[in-house]
């Protein structure tokens, strides 16, 4: 496929679609090179677009204030102007959120809230991503603002810290009118005392702070996310609702809420026909495939998709779960890539470490596995926690995390009773680990929306990097017994 999909890109004709693409998105790489998925104007009216309303449906539905005024929704995905690359026939490549769907396709409704907000479209100047973030801050935290637009969860997580690392310069500029040192707007010292004076009360400024009508975060839920998300009600407040965004993929739309299940969606049988192979099978050619009225609650399975777009049996490797049935049509949920470690699946490990981190009394901030290079193997897993490690911790979690993965596979139990695999090892990573390695990972030019979490880490430097600012507690990394 990823030959058709460049000979797509290099202008030949009729390779997957007889209609000529009007554009290519690309996708965010996360297991290899960026693919230039093509788009034609019949995907975009009869798959994409109808798909990108309905995803909305529920975010207009539950908080229509946020939908109100142009100012009352950040919009982090939305950055049209940044990276907009071409073709070898000139055609754009960019990301789904970086389309202008009106001056393209004439269809001025798909423009998403707060992609009209005065801090919507920062400077072409302005190249660096982690600057580009902070001129949305800056400039909206003089406004009201009532949702915040993500997709990707780690853009939203990361704020909290930004914010507070950001404070003084932040409070500042409010006072003198600038924005990263420019004059921009009128000062308002006013409003920089009042946001100072609650960090005073605090002891840090939190987006709760600023924006305490906040109602909604926008993002993906489930995979890594589950982890960490239930965190940021203390941060952006008790009553702010985390609504999931549709499960989807540069590729294709997948699924989309209909009412409020905090991570499953609804799968687009009028847009996208569906095939499904087990998790836990190789996809091969000839691999007997299920349709949609196959599936059982519960089950775990890859997807495999044709659509409108020139897509044909695509194999997407992604895995998701049923959850339930929607009168009748599967409702999925997003679990994480079809990669194994050790033999295990990687997409099951974020459910199985919030299961041990439950089970061990602790909130989960970040985390990462890794498969040691010792012999016999073992797994090794980077976590991060709210609050202050104990030795009592480490230990549980170790042994609630050995419990879990036993109890989740099969051939793990067996690896761990004949001693080819040891007990897994806990890391308790510092505080703020993995904040900054997601804006090292944008610090080095790759788009925020893009830069997802990773669930395992393969490279032995970046894994020393990760946990270099935890090494005085690691001489209290426990491994279950």
Not at 94 to 103: E, F, M, N, P, R
Not at 181 to 206: M, T
Not at 311 to 327: C, I, M, N, P, S
Not at 436 to 450: C, F, K, L, S
Request: negative net charge.
């Amino acid at each position: 496929m990823s030959a058709w999909l460049e000979a797509a890109a290099d202008g030949e004709h009729a390779v997957l679609t007889s209609e000529d693409p009007s554009l290519f998105f690309t996708s965010s790489g996360s297991t290899g090179a960026h693919k230039k998925i093509p788009v034609t104007a019949t995907f975009m009216r009869e798959c994409f677009l109808p798909f990108a309303y309905a995803a909305m449906g529920n975010f207009f539905d539950f908080h229509p204030e946020a939908g109100l005024r142009d100012d009352a929704t950040i919009n982090f995905k939305w950055d049209p102007t940044l990276e907009l690359g071409r073709t070898a026939t000139g055609r754009p490549y960019l990301g789904a959120s970086q389309v202008d769907y009106k001056k393209s396709f004439g269809e001025e409704l798909a423009a998403e809230p707060g992609t009209r907000a005065p801090w919507s479209d920062p400077p072409a100047e302005l190249e660096n991503h982690l600057d580009r973030i902070y001129y949305r801050v800056r400039l909206a935290a003089e406004a009201d603002v009532r949702a915040m637009i993500g997709i990707n969860p780690a853009v939203i997580a990361a704020l909290p810290s930004q914010i507070e690392r950001w404070t003084p310069r932040l409070l500042r500029e409010i006072a003198e009118g600038t924005v990263l040192g420019r004059a921009w707007v009128r000062p308002n010292p006013g409003r920089a005392a009042q946001l100072e004076d609650l960090a005073a009360a605090f002891g840090r400024l939190l987006p709760y702070h600023i924006w305490p009508r906040l109602q909604v975060l926008f993002c993906w839920t489930g995979a890594s996310a589950s982890v960490y998300l239930p965190l940021l009600g203390r941060a952006f407040g008790p009553d702010v609702e985390i609504l999931p965004a549709p499960v989807a993929a540069s590729e294709s739309p997948i699924g989309v809420s209909v009412d409020r299940h905090p991570s499953a969606g609804v799968l687009v049988l009028p847009f996208v026909f569906f095939e499904f192979l087990p998790a836990d099978r190789e996809v091969r050619p000839g691999s007997a495939t299920l349709l949609f009225s196959d599936l059982e609650d519960g089950g775990e399975y890859q997807v495999v998709l044709t659509h409108v777009g020139g897509l044909y049996r695509y194999a997407l490797g992604d895995v998701v779960r049923v959850v339930d049935h929607f009168h009748g049509v599967p409702r999925v949920e997003f679990l994480g890539r079809r990669q194994l470690l050790s033999g295990i699946g990687e997409w099951t490990l974020p459910g199985v470490l919030r299961q041990a981190l439950d089970a061990a009394g602790l909130r989960g901030a970040g985390f990462r596995f890794r498969r040691s290079a010792a012999s016999p193997v073992r797994l090794e897993a980077a976590v991060e926690i709210q609050g202050r490690w104990t030795e009592t911790d480490i230990r549980s979690l170790a042994w609630q995390l050995d419990r879990f993965l036993s109890a989740a596979h099969l051939g793990y139990a067996q690896a761990r009773q004949e001693g080819t695999l040891t007990a897994p090892i806990v890391v308790p990573a510092a505080p703020g680990t993995f904040v900054a390695d997601w804006e090292a990972r944008v610090a080095r030019g790759t788009r925020p929306a893009q830069v997802k979490d990773r669930v395992c880490e393969h490279d032995p430097s970046a894994w020393e990097t990760l946990i270099a600012p935890a090494a005085p507690a690691q001489e209290h990394a426990w491994s279950a017994p």
